[in-house]
């Protein structure tokens, strides 16, 4: 095989390298193709383009592939947990046990909120949405810790802890606030989802038992969520760094990206789809008909289908089975699943849906095991958020390490040519 693409164009023929991954992945270097040809290329949403190179996660969107690290995502959800899975994407490798009782005392030394964050949250409106108070409390994070300004002066370890410590506080405290109460404050002795969901579902004063099986969903959750390559929001938090944007700016700009319907918010549109299909008198059928006829209907059924993954999400059929022993462990009844049971059947037997590559993804199930769990649907990106917490981190390490330039595509330019100005008086 060349190790060159050739390039014809204005009559002149050039010579691009040919870069290969360590799964076979090909790509054809363009970096000097502006300066050899002139010519930029244009590929609208990125969807030919190689935006890095990364050592993290590896997805192969034919084959419904997905691993951290080189560890396969099926592997890492049924053995381990979501700290250690979090050490492995942040470091490289999964920690020995004298590492891993390291980083969760790292963790747990940051626990602390400050007060003064409690006071930025308490001053949004009542009825804020739970994402806009995770970003924004997260880029406050930079005004308490100063030191993050300057990369060379501040410890990232240290606000890598502190974040992943207290991301899951921020999130519980806007739920409490939302609810009109008391906040619980982090408990050291209980492991991280227990710890968040003890903030989320206890009573301050109070001692709070956690299901063990409501514990194991959320750690198979966040663990399916801890990273995916290039998407939306690890592509921002990875360019929003490049300008050298210290860590907490970056992951809340990240925060901000996955909050999109299109991204993340996915997971909330589904369960509101769900709803709206059962408040209309849950004919199902009609509605796999307006999807089919979206052109016409304007309907357009959220969790379905996905950018990377050709024939199936492997991340579905993972919290598809944990979505199933959840509802039955926690004898769960819920109209709306039984219409998510409907369409599932639909998308997966319907040639409409078969031929156009539209199963349920990830953000089907995620938002029906969330509901299950008790989680308010306002929520549910919030949790994804905590779960893609250390792919962001991972990310944004790397491209430090590595020492990328500063992300700056360019465009091509479709607007006026030049124009005389005209005196207002004129036009
Ligand atoms: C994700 O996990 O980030 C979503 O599936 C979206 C994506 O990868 O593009």
Not at 41 to 61: R, V
Not at 238 to 262: D, E, F, K, M, T
Request: net charge negative.
């Amino acid at each position: 095989m060349s190790n060159t693409a050739e390039l014809s164009v204005d009559g002149k023929t050039y010579q691009f390298p040919i870069v290969e991954g360590s799964e076979q992945e090909k790509a054809i270097d363009i970096s000097n193709l502006r300066d050899q040809t002139g010519y930029v290329t244009l590929d609208k949403g990125y969807k030919n383009t190689g935006a890095t190179q990364s050592a993290i996660t590896f997805l192969d969107g034919e084959q419904g592939i997905l691993r951290y690290r080189g560890y396969s995502i099926e592997d890492l959800a049924a053995k381990a947990n979501f700290l250690g899975v979090a050490y492995l994407l942040i470091y490289g490798e999964l920690p020995n046990q004298q590492q891993y009782q390291e980083f969760e005392k790292s963790i747990q030394s940051h626990s602390q909120v400050k007060e003064g964050m409690q006071t930025i949250l308490n001053g949004f409106p009542q009825d804020t949405h739970p994402m806009i108070e995770l970003s924004s409390l997260v880029n406050a994070l930079s005004a308490f810790y100063p030191d993050s300004y300057n990369e060379k002066a501040g410890d990232t370890e240290e606000h890598v802890a502190r974040l992943l410590a207290q991301l899951p506080t921020i999130a519980a405290w806007s739920y409490k606030k939302a609810k009109g109460q008391a906040t619980v404050q982090p408990n050291n002795n209980l492991d991280y989802c227990s710890n968040f969901l003890s903030m989320m579902f206890g009573q301050a004063g109070e001692e709070y038992k956690v299901d063990p099986v409501v514990a194991e969903a959320l750690n198979t959750l966040l663990i399916l969520h801890a990273d995916h390559e290039q998407n939306c929001s690890t592509s921002t938090v990875r360019l929003v760094g490049s300008s050298q944007a210290n860590l907490y700016a970056s992951i809340s700009a990240g925060i901000n990206a996955l909050w999109g319907p299109l991204h993340g918010g996915a997971n909330q549109e589904v369960i509101e789809m769900l709803e709206d299909i059962k408040a209309d008198g849950g004919d199902v059928a009609k509605y796999v008909d307006m999807a089919k006829n979206a052109k016409q209907t304007g309907f357009r059924l959220f969790g379905f289908g996905h950018r990377v993954y050709k024939n199936f999400d492997p991340r579905a059929k993972i919290i598809k089975k944990a979505a199933d022993d959840v509802l039955s462990k926690l004898g769960v009844n819920d109209p709306v699943l039984e219409i998510a049971k409907g369409l599932e059947e639909a998308a997966l037997n319907d040639d409409y849906f078969v031929s156009r590559k539209l199963y349920p993804n990830v953000d089907f199930y995620s938002g029906i095991i969330y509901r299950a769990l008790g989680i308010p649907t306002n929520m549910f990106t919030v949790l994804f958020a905590i779960g893609r917490l250390p792919g962001w981190i991972a990310q944004w390490k790397e491209m430090r390490a590595t020492k990328e330039p500063i992300g700056r595509p360019r465009q091509i330019y479709v607007g006026s040519t030049l124009r005389d100005f005209k005196a207002l008086a004129d036009r």
